[in-house]
């Protein structure tokens, strides 16, 4: 936390404090010492950290504390522009906002004006527009994750829609893709554009033109993103609730319109020991740390304060919460295993197993202690069999950007980025990473 000239008015240890004992708030009063002081222990050793939105909010007078939310986006103008409204609320905030334009009547489509429609990408400048004057708490710009069908009539513009790269600054995008449209472009068969309004063919492309053409300027400038929907609802966990058509802004977290979800991840690289056969990985350890992190993660949706009635409403009714990653390829280094190895693969299946069965035991544990997530009824876990269930999911693999860097590791599950890179963040200053493990190695072979 700063003070008003903009001074940092806090150590390190004072931001974790500050976070456990906001968080530990949710728990009951005779155990909130207890629970925020495994909390502090937890983010003091960089075994676990919450994303930035909990670290930077969290004991503040913003008291919201989650990262991601979905929005809903429908077909007319009054609905448009609350949606636009509330995302600017939530972005206020700190969150990144995703939406589905599927829903969007295509480009001069009938409307009860003399004019046509403008169509989604013309709704993506609006939004755009509407993002750039507005920067997030912490200084950074607000973002926003727009998904289109690939059976939109208007996908071929919505593509192409950043041809020059100063274009929506301010938008990620993807292609909300079928296993249809998967199978017709394996088969390279023809793929019919339907208008969302009428439900009827305007026009039938081969399903490859869509897709060679969405690779190539993947390729070229990083969007469009593709989204396997019909995987995803494959696992939504709340499928009586109605179909995901949306995810986050970075793309991790499939949500239906008003969620949010809240996200932390586990620092992999404290969890090697050195061994006398060589370091190995410490289970029993890790599973402590799932499981205050599990309960950390819960604590956030209660002691969070949401902008939005319907987003309270339905964060509550479901409470999701995101455990994932980070540190991933220091393990490997530190375990002599290469990155795109065999042996690498087993490796993170089991321990992403161990992270999966240990979150849901502890959900399970929580749900008998204050409840299950509303929402049970109906859902995935209450058709299983399962009892009770705290939250409705419990794992995330997100980017952790910034709290990587805290964590000094490398992000998510992804390969070292650069050995030594300086990175560049608000204000132009420019922050020196150099990877530890290479400054060990060096120390060894006695280079300087």
């Not at 023809?190 to 993947?218: C, H, K, M």
């Not at 599973?287 to 939005?308: K, M, S, T």
């Not at 509550?316 to 295993?337: D, E, H, S, T």
């Amino acid at each position: 936390q700063k003070n008003g000239k903009g001074e940092v008015r806090e150590t390190p240890r004072e931001c974790f404090k500050r976070v456990a004992d906001a968080v530990a708030r949710a728990d009951k009063e005779e155990d909130e010492q207890e629970w925020a002081e495994k909390f502090v222990q937890v983010m003091e050793n960089l075994e676990f950290l919450p994303g930035g939105r909990t670290l930077a909010n969290a004991g503040g007078p913003a008291g919201q504390l989650a990262n991601c939310f979905v929005l809903p986006m429908e077909d007319n103008i009054e609905e448009m522009f609350e949606s636009i409204k509330d995302s600017a609320i939530l972005k206020k905030h700190g969150g990144g906002v995703g939406f589905s334009f599927s829903k969007i009547r295509p480009k001069g489509d009938f409307t009860r004006t003399a004019s046509g429609a403008c169509g989604p990408v013309a709704l993506m400048r609006v939004l755009d527009s509407a993002s750039e004057i507005l920067l997030q708490d912490g200084g950074r710009r607000s973002g926003n994750m727009v998904v289109l069908s690939c059976s939109h009539p208007d996908i071929l513009e919505f593509i192409t829609c950043k041809e020059q790269d100063h274009l929506l600054p301010q938008i990620n995008f993807s292609l909300s893709v079928t296993n249809r449209f998967m199978e017709a472009v394996l088969q390279d068969k023809n793929w019919d554009l339907i208008n969302p309004r009428t439900g009827l063919t305007t026009q039938t492309v081969r399903a490859r033109s869509i897709f060679e053409l969405a690779s190539t300027y993947a390729w070229r400038g990083g969007d469009p993103g593709m989204i396997f929907l019909d995987r995803i609802n494959r696992d939504n966990p709340t499928p009586h609730l109605g179909r995901i058509e949306a995810v986050n802004l970075c793309g991790e977290q499939p949500l239906l319109p008003y969620e949010a979800c809240n996200l932390g991840s586990l620092n992999l690289s404290k969890f090697v020991n050195p061994a006398k056969r060589g370091p190995e990985l410490d289970w029993k350890h890790l599973e402590e740390v799932i499981r205050v992190a599990v309960r950390f993660l819960d604590d956030v949706i209660d002691v969070c304060r949401y902008p939005l009635a319907q987003v309270d409403r339905m964060v509550k009714g479901n409470r999701k919460i995101g455990l994932g990653v980070m540190g991933w390829a220091n393990v490997l280094v530190k375990l002599g295993i290469l990155y795109n190895s065999d042996e690498a693969l087993r490796l993170v299946n089991r321990v992403m197993k161990f992270i999966n069965e240990v979150s849901h035991d502890e959900s399970q544990k929580l749900g008998r202690e204050k409840g299950s997530f509303p929402n049970f009824e109906g859902s995935r876990w209450r058709r299983r069999g399962f009892k009770t269930m705290r939250n409705a999911t419990t794992t995330t693999i997100a980017p952790t950007g910034s709290i990587s860097m805290v964590a000094g590791v490398s992000s998510g599950i992804e390969p070292l980025f650069a050995l030594s890179y300086f990175k560049e963040v608000f204000g132009g200053v420019r922050l020196p990473e150099i990877n530890e493990d290479l400054m060990i190695a060096l120390a060894k072979l006695k280079i300087k």
